[in-house]
């Protein structure tokens, strides 16, 4: 029996997402035990229908996905009645027990509802109400740690119900303890260095690692180790899982490990703290020996292999962001609000056009033939690096709204190595 799922990404990599789930659906072991088909992508996610132990395999192989959401039922609505009847008519005793807990979270675009918590409530209310009838008795409401999340989206004239198949949300590999100052999400530096282009067998370089996640993504790329396989999904504690796909599945991952290899991956941080983050997530990642790390104002980096490759950082943004809602966002998207990116003053302004100025000065003088990345929150790093970017990609850090900064390093052809664009102001 063919079901159908959506696969929520972070907004800009919705292309990126489809392009790995049909690389998973391509794996041997996932035509043979778990097939499925991509659909197109839509504005915050991808769909895919198949098996349930679809389910299982995108939890497992997809390193830019959020979750992944099995769409139950979708209907339109005038009241919250209709949509209590919706949640009603929904066999959920074939996905959980009276014993088991849940949660519900409604999110809406354009709903003429007045109150989503009122509408989550009628949802619980519908669900507890049927597995009263089915099984006699009710499950409880757990909001830190459900066993099953019911997500609802509402637009202006339907209601969608999703039953959360990943449990905690797919950027938490189980390595990561300490997180660092502002961390980016695994996703997202996943969704990063795909759009980057980067192979495995290139140089790969992060000169502002902080705690590491963009190193070690990419050495689990390298390493072919799944990004999910250090933990737990929902889909193992909910009705109708199926272990044998679920064990065929996990016995292939472990036999494609790539041995271990000399990598062409490193790092440098200025915070010898951050170091010693990047240290402990590489080790409780599985990856082999050291991380590949070295303490160095990125100012004044060099490049640590001789063949060129590709430069990729996240630098902070230097300025202090407010966020402001503008409205809920829907379970298969990310949240639509705006971050309000307040001004720097006049000292910050400086520091920041110094710090730009001298980075963009060390990838002319030392990183000839390299490409370089910069995901940034601050759009106008280009012109405080005075160099023109090849391509601009927008992207969101949550609310933040983000470039990746693409920039050619070119040798010789061009002065100082890279086009020049006007200074900053």
Not at 212 to 222: R, S, V, W
């Amino acid at each position: 029996m063919s079901h159908s799922f959506f696969v929520p990404c972070p907004r800009g990599l919705e292309e990126a997402l489809a392009a790995e789930l049909r690389e998973i659906a391509a794996r041997p072991e996932v035509v043979r035990h778990a097939p499925f088909a991509v659909h197109a992508g839509q504005t915050g996610g991808v769909a895919f229908s198949g098996v349930p132990a679809a389910a299982y395999a995108v939890n497992l192989h997809a390193r830019i996905a959020n979750r992944v959401l099995l769409r139950l039922a979708a209907q339109g609505y005038r009241n919250e009645n209709d949509i209590y009847g919706l949640a009603l008519a929904q066999r959920w005793e074939d996905h959980i027990t009276p014993d088991q807990t849940i949660r519900v979270d409604v999110t809406a675009h354009q709903s003429p509802l007045r109150s989503l918590n009122f509408t989550a409530l009628r949802i619980k209310d519908g669900i507890c109400d049927r597995m009263r009838d089915k099984r006699g008795a009710r499950p409880s409401v757990d909001t830190a740690s459900p066993d099953a999340r019911i997500f609802a989206h509402l637009t202006a004239t339907d209601c969608t119900l999703y039953l959360d198949t990943s449990g905690d949300p797919l950027f938490k590999r189980g390595w990561r303890q300490e997180k660092g100052e502002a961390p980016l999400k695994e996703t997202l530096a996943a969704g990063i260095l795909r759009l980057s282009g980067w192979q495995p067998e290139q140089p790969f370089y992060d000169p502002m690692c902080g705690s590491g996640t963009f190193l070690i993504e990419a050495a689990q790329i390298a390493l072919n180790h799944a990004p999910g396989a250090a933990r737990s999904f929902a889909f193992e504690w909910l009705g109708g899982f199926q272990p044998a796909p679920w064990q065929a599945l996990r016995e292939a991952e472990a036999a494609g490990r790539r041995k271990p290899q000399q990598l062409l991956i490193a790092g440098s941080d200025i915070s010898t703290d951050m170091l010693a983050i990047t240290h402990d997530n590489w080790a409780r990642a599985g990856l082999p020996g050291a991380a590949p790390l070295k303490q160095v104002d990125a100012r004044f980096v060099k490049p640590p292999f001789e063949t060129p490759g590709v430069v990729l950082m996240n630098p902070p943004y230097g300025t202090r962001i407010a966020v402001r809602g503008a409205r809920r966002a829907r379970p298969d998207e990310q949240s639509d609000e705006r971050a309000d990116v307040v001004p720097m003053n006049p000292r910050e302004e400086e520091a920041a056009n110094q710090f730009a100025s001298a980075f963009a000065t060390t990838l002319k003088q030392h990183f000839a033939g390299w490409t370089a990345y910069i995901f940034t929150g601050d759009l106008s790093m280009p012109r405080r690096m005075r160099l023109k970017e090849s391509r601009r990609t927008p992207l969101f850090n949550g609310p933040i709204e983000c470039r990746l900064f693409r920039f050619e390093m070119v040798r010789g052809g061009m002065r100082n190595g890279a086009a020049e664009a006007p200074p900053a102001r």
